[in-house]
C-alpha cells in the first residue's frame, strides 16, 4: 500500500465513524418512535408527537391523528416551569427577592402561618398550599374565571407549617402566577407570552387559546384522565380538558397549549443558558435544589435529578411531566432534549407510553 492509498483509507475511515454513529443513533431512536406507532396502531394513543434534540441532530415524528409535529397538545403541569420562568423576569429585573413573604405582593395572603410563606416556597411546593382547592370541582361546573380561583387559593386552609413539608401544589403556582400579574400589571396570559413565549420564539404556544381556534387542539382522551379534571365522567364534559371553559381559561398550573419543537425550544433555553427570557445565572438557579434537609429535591419550577427524566440520565436532568400525558426533560450531561406529547391521560397507561419512549431515549443517547 503506497502512502496516498494509506492516507486515504484513514480519512475514509475518519468520516465513516461519525457517519456510522449517526446512524446507529437514529435507529435507536427509531425504536422509541415504534411504541407510539404501535400505541396509535392499536388504539391506545390517539395522537403523539415525539421531538428529541440530541446535541446537534433532532429527531422528530408525529403519530395518529396528530398532522406534524406542529401540532398543538395541552401540556397539563409542564406549564408550570414556564409559569415560573414568567415570574423570574422579574426576578432579573429586581422586582422580587425569592426570601420575599407572598403576602408583601397579595397584601390579602395573611393570617396565621400565611404571613410566613415565601416566594421562593411557593415554586418549591413547601408552602403548605393543596394541589387543588376543595372546591375545584364546584368552580368548573360554573365556569367560574381564574380571578375566583385565585381568591379561594389565597384564603384556603394551609395543609401544614410552610417549609416542613413537601405536597405538590398548583395552587401554589397559581399564586405565583397572580404575584407576577400584580407586579407587571399585566394579565397573566399576556405576560407570560411576552416574557417567554416571543423572546424564545414559541410561535405555536399560548396560555389558554390565545390567538388559535379551539379546532387547532389535540383533544385528549378523556378516560381515565385526572380526578380534578372530571376522570372521565360523561358528566363533566361542560368542565373537563377538552370544554371550551377549562381550554379558555388558562390556568397557568396546567393549561398552556404548545407544539413539541416549542416545548423543546424552552427547555433550550436552560439546557444552553441563552439568556433569552432569563438571565444564565437565573437559569442556573432554577436548576439548583432549594428545598432543605430530607425533603424531596427540586428547583424553581423544575424536577430535578434524574427521576427527572429516565433511568440512564444524569444527576443534572431537569424536566416535569403533564396529567394530560405529556412528558420533557433536558439532560446537560448528554445534551439531549426529550419531548414526549400524547392525548392519553398520565393514568391511563401502566406503564404509559411516554414512559416507554423516554426510557427508550435516555439509552438511546447515553
Excluded at 434534540?53 to 433532532?58: D, E, I, T
Excluded at 415570574?87 to 413573604?101: E, H, S, V
Excluded at 394541589?131 to 374565571?145: C, F, G, I, M, Y
Aim: include cysteine.
Amino acid at each position: 500500500m503506497n502512502r496516498r492509498t494509506f492516507l486515504q483509507c484513514g480519512l475514509g475511515t475518519a468520516w465513516a465513524a461519525p457517519v456510522i454513529a449517526a446512524v446507529q443513533h437514529r435507529e435507536k431512536l427509531d425504536g422509541a418512535a415504534d411504541v407510539l406507532t404501535q400505541a396509535a396502531a392499536a388504539g391506545q394513543v390517539d395522537a403523539a408527537v415525539l421531538y428529541v434534540r440530541h446535541r446537534r441532530s433532532v429527531f422528530a415524528r408525529s403519530f395518529g391523528s396528530a398532522r406534524s409535529a406542529d401540532d398543538l397538545f395541552v401540556l397539563g403541569s409542564i406549564s408550570k416551569p414556564m409559569t415560573v420562568t414568567a415570574l423570574m423576569t422579574l426576578y432579573d429585573q429586581g422586582k422580587f427577592r425569592l426570601d420575599d413573604p407572598v403576602r408583601k405582593f397579595l397584601p390579602e395572603f395573611t393570617g396565621t402561618a400565611r404571613d410566613r410563606i415565601t416566594v421562593q416556597q411557593l415554586l418549591t411546593h413547601v408552602s403548605g398550599l393543596p394541589d387543588q382547592l376543595p372546591e375545584n370541582v364546584a368552580l368548573r361546573k360554573r365556569h367560574a374565571p381564574l380571578s375566583e380561583f385565585v381568591a379561594r387559593a389565597i384564603r384556603t386552609p394551609l395543609l401544614f407549617e410552610p417549609g416542613s413539608r413537601y405536597e405538590y401544589s398548583s395552587m401554589a403556582i397559581l399564586l405565583a402566577a397572580e404575584v407576577a400579574q400584580r407586579i407587571s400589571r399585566t394579565e397573566f396570559a399576556s405576560f407570560i407570552e411576552g416574557a417567554v413565549f416571543r423572546p424564545l420564539e414559541m410561535n405555536h404556544s399560548a396560555l389558554g387559546l390565545g390567538r388559535f381556534p379551539l379546532e387547532a387542539m389535540m383533544r385528549c382522551q378523556a378516560e381515565n384522565a385526572a380526578p380534578e379534571s372530571g376522570g372521565g365522567d360523561p358528566a363533566a364534559a361542560g368542565w373537563d380538558w377538552n370544554s371550551p371553559y377549562w381550554r379558555r381559561l388558562g390556568a397557568p398550573w396546567g393549561g398552556v397549549h404548545a407544539s413539541a419543537p416549542d416545548v423543546a425550544r424552552f427547555f433550550a433555553e436552560f439546557l444552553d443558558q441563552q439568556g433569552k427570557a432569563v438571565r444564565p445565572q437565573t437559569a442556573r438557579l432554577m436548576l439548583r435544589n432549594h428545598n432543605s434537609g430530607k425533603l424531596p429535591p427540586r428547583g424553581l419550577g423544575f424536577a430535578i435529578g434524574t427521576p427527572a427524566g429516565s433511568p440512564g440520565c444524569s444527576a443534572a436532568t431537569f424536566g416535569h411531566s403533564g396529567s394530560s400525558g405529556t412528558l420533557a426533560w433536558a439532560d446537560p450531561q448528554t445534551e439531549t432534549i426529550c419531548v414526549v406529547l400524547t392525548t392519553l391521560p398520565g393514568r391511563a397507561g401502566h406503564p404509559h407510553p411516554r414512559t416507554l419512549v423516554s426510557d427508550r431515549v435516555a439509552k438511546a443517547v447515553a
